[in-house]
């Protein structure tokens, strides 16, 4: 068999064994059963208008935007910036930086959590809207800096130093050029913290009061206590959306090498 056969089939089962858990748990949220039960036993949308008409599950999804909405915006200028400085040639300090930056990726979330939950905690900030935004934005910014830094590496730097010597200040520079080249990437960064922080579970435990629970925890906080289809309702929402934004990246990206020329 040729290598890129197996290579192609290779690729498709892994394809495959990542996407057939999603596609099951999808025909279930439009089931009019009370339980998550094969075969469906009939259709209904009876559990997205839980969704809408519950207060718990209500006020998930309106703290899941409203938090995740800050920590895009708020990881994606700390990334972004992290990224410049990480750009400058540092020798050893770029290395440490570099390290330090991507931490949060593989410290545990228990770790974490409960070393947010005691700064947060010292700070004023327990059970509030800000500490959850700080909490996720700590995990988000890795995944931006990962994304922009990729940008910004394949930025040729004569289209810069072109532009300052036509006598453009460096943030007319940024600005003008470099922002407009490395915009894939920082789109792409805010998908991925925006993702990240409706993900996520642990530290919103941790950090989240009573009136800061999101669509996540409160997800999790049903599969404990009632398993209800109501889960698989928000799934598709998160799946839907999930692949909706990624789409509109993916189309920006495409079109990023026209305008840039």
């Known amino acids: ?3 890129k056969t197996v290579q192609a ?14 596609i099951v748990i999808l025909p279930l949220a439009f089931t009019n059963s009370a339980l998550l039960v094969y075969p469906v036993p009939g259709w209904s949308m009876r559990w997205f208008r839980e969704l809408v008409e519950n207060d718990a599950w209500r006020r998930a999804i309106v703290n899941s935007l409203i938090i995740g909405g800050g920590t895009t915006v708020l990881a994606t200028v700390l990334g972004t910036l992290a990224s410049l400085g990480l750009r400058q040639r ?3 300090i770029g290395a440490v930086l570099r390290t330090l930056f ?7 979330a228990v770790v974490l959590g409960i070393g947010m939950q005691i ?8 059970n509030t809207y800000a500490a959850v935004i700080i909490a996720h934005t700590v995990i988000a910014v890795p995944f931006v800096i990962i994304s922009v830094a ?8 004569r289209v810069e130093l072109a532009a300052a010597s036509l006598g453009a200040s460096p943030a007319t520079v940024f600005r003008r050029v470099t922002l407009p080249l490395a915009m894939p990437g ?3 960064g805010a998908v991925l913290a925006f993702a990240t922080s409706l ?7 941790f950090v989240a009061g009573p009136n800061q629970r999101t669509l996540a925890r409160q997800m999790f906080s049903t599969i404990r206590e009632n398993i209800s289809p109501a889960i698989a309702s928000s799934a598709f929402l998160f799946i839907v959306g999930t692949v909706v934004i990624g789409a509109l990246v993916l189309a920006v990206r495409s079109r990023a090498p026209k305008a840039a020329a």
């Open 199 to 205: 993900d996520e579970v642990v530290l919103t435990i």
């Open 119 to 126: 700064l947060l905690a010292h700070l004023g900030l327990a």
């Open 102 to 108: 991507m931490l949060p990726m593989v410290v545990p």
């Open 90 to 92: 540092l020798p050893y």
């Open 1 to 3: 068999m040729p290598v």
């Open 150 to 157: 990729g940008a910004l590496a394949g930025i040729d730097k």
């Open 186 to 188: 920082v789109l792409s």
């Open 9 to 22: 089939l290779f690729a498709a089962l892994m394809v495959a064994f990542l996407i057939i858990p999603l």
